[in-house]
C-alpha cells in the first residue's frame, strides 16, 4: 500500500498539466522505482492482444470503476460520498457496512426509499452492501446467525437499490477438514443466494480469508456447492495469485464464469499484473464493477481523479481532452 499521500506526491513530480496519451505514460512511468521491470515482465500487455498471448482483438472494456467505503470514504456520509464519486468520475460505491454512511437494516422504509432516490437522483450507483457475514465456523448456530444476517441485507440492498451484497469465508478453522469446510460454506452461501435472488440481488463471495479461503481453486469447489447462479465471486486481486510467470491466468480461470464483482487496491504500483487482470476481465465481457478499495487520501477527490486516470489508461479507455 503507498503511504498516506504519496501517490498524489508521485503524480506532483510528474506534469499533470501534460495531455497524457498511454504511451507517453508509460515511457515516462519506466524510470520510477520498479516500473520498468513490470513493463519489461509483460504486465502492461500490447493493446488489442488477449492476456497470455494470441491475436484475437480484446472486446472493449464494458466494467466500471467505482470505490469501496472500507478504508476511503469510511467517515463520510452519503452525501460526501455521493459528491466524491460525481467529482471524480466514478460510477458507484459498494458501501460497507458499520461505517459512517449508516446504510444498515435497522433503517426504516422511509430512509431505505431516500437513500434509493439520493443515489439514484445524482446517478451514483450503489454497487453493492459490503458486509462481514461469513459461513465457515463450525459452530451451526454462528453460521445460521449469519445466513440470516445476510438475507436481511440482501432485503436492505433491494430496498435501497443495490445490485448486491458481498459476504465472504474468513478462513478454515484450525483443526477442521477444509472439504467440509468449503461444503459448509457453499450450502451457507446458496440459501442466501437464492433468497436474494428473488430480490434481484447477487451475492458475492469475497476471495478472502487464509491460504485455504484465497485459494481461487477452492473458492470454485464453495461455488459449486452453493448451486446456484446467483452465488457469484467478488474477485479481491490478492497477493499469492501469480504463477511462475507472473501470470494470474490460472487462478482467474478457477472463478472466470462467477466473477460478480472486482476489488482492486494499487494499481499505480508494480505489485500486481493490473493490466492482466482488465485484459481478462474484457476476455469474459465483465460488465460489472471494478471498485478501488484503498487506504485513505487526504485529499480524495484528488487522489481518485488521479486514480481514474490510471485506470481508464490501463484499459484503453483514456483519450486525450481536446481543446
Not at 115 to 134: C, N, Q, W, Y
Not at 167 to 179: A, C, L, M, S
Request: net charge negative.
Amino acid at each position: 500500500m503507498f503511504a498516506t499521500g504519496s501517490f498524489i506526491a508521485w503524480n506532483e513530480e510528474l506534469n499533470m498539466d501534460t495531455r497524457w496519451t498511454r504511451r507517453g505514460w508509460l515511457v515516462l512511468t519506466a524510470g520510477t522505482t520498479g516500473m520498468a521491470g513490470w513493463l519489461a515482465s509483460g504486465s502492461l500487455g500490447a493493446e488489442d492482444t488477449p492476456a497470455g498471448g494470441g491475436h484475437k482483438p480484446l472486446p472493449p472494456a464494458g466494467y466500471k470503476l467505482g470505490m469501496v467505503t472500507y478504508q476511503m470514504g469510511k467517515d463520510m456520509t452519503c452525501d460526501q460520498l455521493i459528491d466524491l464519486c460525481r467529482k471524480a468520475g466514478l460510477a458507484g460505491v459498494e458501501l460497507r457496512t458499520t461505517h459512517a454512511h449508516g446504510v444498515e437494516d435497522n433503517l426504516s422504509a422511509a430512509e431505505r426509499a431516500e437513500i434509493r432516490a439520493k443515489f439514484s437522483d445524482a446517478g451514483v450507483a450503489i454497487a453493492g452492501l459490503g458486509t462481514a457475514f461469513e459461513f465457515h465456523s463450525q459452530n451451526e448456530k454462528k453460521v445460521r446467525e449469519n445466513i440470516e444476517g445476510a438475507k436481511a441485507y440482501a432485503k436492505l440492498a433491494a430496498d435501497v437499490g443495490a445490485s448486491g451484497i458481498k459476504v465472504r469465508p474468513n478462513g478454515v478453522e484450525r483443526g477442521d477438514d477444509p472439504q467440509k469446510a468449503f461444503e459448509r460454506i457453499g450450502r451457507a452461501l446458496g440459501e442466501v443466494a437464492r433468497y436474494a435472488a428473488d430480490l434481484g440481488v447477487q451475492v458475492r463471495l469475497e476471495v478472502h480469508g487464509n491460504d485455504q479461503t484465497k485459494n481461487t481453486a477452492n473458492i470454485a469447489t464453495i461455488i459449486r456447492h452453493a448451486d446456484h447462479p446467483n452465488a457469484k465471486v467478488c474477485w479481491n486481486s490478492n497477493q499469492g495469485e501469480t504463477d511462475a510467470s507472473g501470470s494470474i491466468r490460472a487462478a482467474f480461470d478457477h472463478v472466470r464464469d462467477f466473477i460478480g464483482e472486482v476489488h482492486i487496491n494499487e494499481i499505480g504500483r508494480p505489485i500486481y499484473p493490473w493490466r492482466e487482470l482488465f485484459d481478462l476481465l474484457r476476455e469474459i465481457q465483465f460488465t460489472g464493477f471494478c471498485l478501488a478499495e484503498i487506504d485513505y487520501n487526504p485529499e480524495p477527490e484528488r487522489f481518485m481523479r488521479y486514480y481514474r486516470t490510471l485506470f481508464d489508461c490501463l484499459t484503453d479507455r483514456y483519450t486525450d481532452p481536446k481543446g
